[in-house]
């Protein structure tokens, strides 16, 4: 009888132990990837997630044919399939790689519940996160809701355990149960159609991931402490994406950051891992305190009297605000599926205390345009943002999209390479047009209100109606 394996959010071959426990047992393994967009309170993935998973699954598909095997392919609500596919193979085994969401954590208890009854082994592993959100523990017994402890509980715990090796053979079936065509569940988007612009930037996949990570760990991570506020030469990792599908494991990265001590010094080294532990902070309070992409975390936020001005978001959404390095940034996101760490600070900060218009808005359209979309760090992310998070950045610090634009994009490189408009401003100007002499803007080919938008808000008057309406949610 065979072992059925279910990946989700760990496609990748390496370091996966409900992968290696499948190997292990010597029976037949059947692999396998649910597209469930029926059970209740499962998040439908964005459109550039799903063109991102329908690349990655291909990938998945290569590594497990190479291991002499198949995935197969099924949707439907997870429940029945997985029952489908254990009476199908007569699979006397279950094992998969938990997840940490409110509905996912219930789906998966229910049918561990449902094989179990039935005698039939379901088995699951830690891979998504270096430590069970579940365990980490303040003294008292309690979910953190700050950082700097969590990261301080986390690193004393530091049994991080060394990554396993992929597989030698994935055992193939007899027969395997039948499989959908990964065309027919339309995970290429239409619109925007992003195979061009986003298959330009990215290869999904556990291969590009490891080379990514290589080309990281060896050329930039000694520079990282100061490089990483900089979105111009962009010097991150860029692993984001490959973390959020689990093409790469985050127990991997930790013992190789670790490890690089010939190149990078103790404070990169530190700084990028404790990178990695914010994803693991999000994921602390998705498990902990559930709904976080829809209820304020800090329930006074629920009185904010946001502005409903659609308008305003469509100009946000397509980088017309006319200040540039918001511009550049939603530009870059549409473009690309991405954006700098740095710049989704400031377009996040701009849409909820200049335009004031409600942090949900914005995690909606990320979720729908990264690639690295994430169901904890993104409302985690967009919650500190507002104010209205775990250990948030207080609202009345108002990011000046100028400063910050002067301060982290100084040469104006960012800006040129995503609004090829304003390529021609010199660097002094680039930050704000609307104040550069006319003749400056004509020999740079800018009309401003034609060529570029003017500002559709005042930062001095919007930062005065925030701290208004601040005060307002105080009672
Ligand atoms: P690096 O700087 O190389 O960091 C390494 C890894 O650490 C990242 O790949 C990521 O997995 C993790 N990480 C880094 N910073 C953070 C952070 N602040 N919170 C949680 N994890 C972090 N990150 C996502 O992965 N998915 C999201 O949907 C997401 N949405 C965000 C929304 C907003 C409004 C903001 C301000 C940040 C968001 N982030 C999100 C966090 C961060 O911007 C990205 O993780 C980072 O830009 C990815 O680039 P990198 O892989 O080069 O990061």
Not at 51 to 63: F, H, I, M, T, Y
Request: aromatic fraction near 12%; hydrophobic fraction near 40%.
């Amino acid at each position: 009888a065979p072992t059925l394996m279910w990946f989700r959010q760990d496609l990748r071959l390496l370091d996966n132990p409900a992968v290696c426990h499948a190997a292990e047992a010597g029976r037949p393994v059947v692999a396998v990837y649910i597209h469930d967009e029926q059970t209740s309170g499962i998040r439908p993935l964005g459109a550039a997630q799903k063109w991102w998973l329908n690349q990655s699954l291909k990938k998945l598909n290569q590594a497990v044919e190479k291991k002499g095997n198949h995935l197969i392919f099924r949707s439907g609500p997870a429940d029945r399939v997985i029952d489908e596919l254990v009476k199908e193979t007569g699979a006397a085994s279950v094992v998969w790689n938990r997840r940490y969401g409110e509905s996912e954590e219930k789906l998966d208890a229910s049918i561990k519940s449902a094989l179990t009854d039935r005698g039939i082994e379901a088995k699951s592993f830690k891979a998504l996160l270096m430590h069970e959100p579940a365990l980490v523990r303040t003294k008292t017994g309690n979910p953190y809701k700050v950082y700097t402890p969590f990261w301080k509980t986390f690193r004393a715990e530091a049994d991080v355990r060394q990554p396993l090796p992929a597989p030698g053979e994935l055992k193939a079936p007899d027969s395997y149960p039948k499989s959908d065509d990964l065309a027919s569940w339309g995970l290429h988007p239409s619109k925007p159609d992003w195979s061009g612009t986003i298959a330009d930037k990215w290869t999904p996949g556990e291969d590009a991931a490891q080379e990514q990570m290589e080309h990281f760990l060896a050329d930039d991570l000694r520079v990282y402490d100061e490089a990483r506020d900089h979105p111009g030469p962009d010097r991150t990792s860029r692993l984001s994406p490959y973390l959020r599908f689990g093409e790469i494991s985050p127990f991997q990265l930790w013992h190789a950051a670790h490890d690089q001590r010939r190149t990078a010094g103790d404070s990169a080294r530190e700084t990028w891992v404790k990178e990695l532990v914010w994803r693991e902070f999000s994921y602390h309070l998705l498990h902990n305190f559930q709904s976080l992409h829809e209820k304020n975390f800090n329930e006074k936020f629920d009185a904010f009297p946001w502005a409903n001005n659609a308008s305003f978001l469509t100009a946000w959404q397509t980088g017309k605000t006319g200040y540039p390095i918001v511009d550049a940034g939603m530009r870059q996101l549409y473009q690309t599926g991405w954006m700098h760490n740095r710049v989704r600070m400031i377009v996040g900060s701009f849409l909820v205390k200049h335009l004031l218009i409600d942090w949900r808005e914005g995690e909606r359209w990320f979720w729908d345009c990264l690639v690295d979309g994430d169901p904890a760090s993104n409302p985690a992310q967009w919650q500190w943002v507002a104010g209205s998070g775990a250990d948030a950045a207080p609202y009345f610090r108002i990011f000046n999209p100028m400063m910050q634009s002067e301060k982290f994009d100084k040469k104006g490189e960012y800006i040129r390479q995503y609004i090829p408009e304003l390529a021609q401003l010199p660097d002094k100007h680039i930050h704000m047009p609307w104040e550069a002499p006319l003749t400056v803007l004509r020999d740079a080919g800018v009309k401003l209100g034609d060529t570029y938008p003017m500002p559709i808000v005042d930062h001095k008057t919007a930062r005065e109606k925030a701290l208004a309406a601040l005060n307002e949610t105080k009672g």
